[in-house]
C-alpha cells in the first residue's frame, strides 16, 4: 500500500509513509471487510461513513507539515485511522466525532492500540475544541460549505488547517488554510477531492446518537 499508493504518487514526507506502515488498517475496519483493508479507497465503517482512502490520509497529512512537536486536532474520528496514523507523528491529537457509536467504538481501538496522546471527543466538532487550542495542525476529515471561523480562530501563529470545501460530494477542493507567524491567513487551493459531508453546527445539534 505505501510503495504503489503513496510513495507511487508523490506522497514524499517520510514521517508520514513511516507512520502509514506502521499502523495497520485493518484494525479500524470491521472483520467483514478485513479482505479490503488495503485497498486503494474509502470502506464503509457504519452509520452511513467511511475510513477514507489511504491516499488521501497521506496527502492530507502531508500538507500539514507536521513535526514531533506539533498538536493536532481532526474534525471527524471516523473509524480512528487518521488519528492513529497522526499520533504516530505529532505529540497530541485531539479528535471529534459526531456519532456516538463511531466515537466509543474508535476511543476503544486507539486506547487497546496503546496511544497516549491521543484524545477522542464525541460531539460536533465544528466550532474546534477551544479548550486545548491553539494547534499547530487542524485536519477537517469531511467536507465543508465553507471554512469555520473558529477552526482558523484555533490555529496557532505558524499553523496549517487542512479542509475540503465544496457545494457536492463529488465536487469538493481540499484547502490549505497557512496562518503566519503574525497572525496573517493565508489560503491555498489544493486537489480535487470526494469526503462524506462535514455537518453543520447549526443546521443539527450536537450528535445524532
Ligand atoms: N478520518 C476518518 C474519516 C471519517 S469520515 C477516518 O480515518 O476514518 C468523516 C467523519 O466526520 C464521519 O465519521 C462523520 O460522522 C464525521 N463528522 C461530520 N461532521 C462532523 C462534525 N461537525 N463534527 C464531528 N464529526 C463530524
Known sequence: MVDRQLAGRGITDERVLAAMRRV???HFISRRQHGRAYDDGPLPIGCGQTISQPYIVALMLQHLCLTPASRLLEIGTGSGYAAAVAAEIVAEVFTIERHGQLAAQSRERLAQAGYGNLHVRH??????????????AILVSAGSLEVPAELVDQLAPGGRLVI?????RYDQRL??????ADGEVHTESL???????????????????
Open 24 to 26: 495497520p488498517r485493518e
Open 191 to 209: 486537489d480535487y477531492v470526494a469526503f462524506v459531508p462535514l455537518v453543520d453546527a447549526r443546521a443539527v445539534g450536537p450528535s445524532p446518537d
Open 164 to 168: 475540503p470545501v465544496g457545494t457536492a
Open 175 to 180: 484547502l490549505r488554510i497557512s496562518k503566519s
Open 123 to 136: 460531539g460536533n466538532g465544528y466550532r474546534g475544541w477551544p479548550e486545548s487550542a491553539p494547534f499547530e
